[in-house]
């Protein structure tokens, strides 16, 4: 359960920066 509550935490930084970087290549 800790690696989980982990993981989601740097999932949710890493798909912020997949979005941003999508983002700035498609603008």
């Not at 993981?7 to 290549?25: M, N, P, Y």
Request: charged content about 30%.
């Amino acid at each position: 359960m800790r690696r989980s509550r982990l993981s989601q935490s740097k999932q949710d930084r890493l798909i912020e920066h997949f979005v941003a970087g999508t983002t700035a290549r498609c603008a």
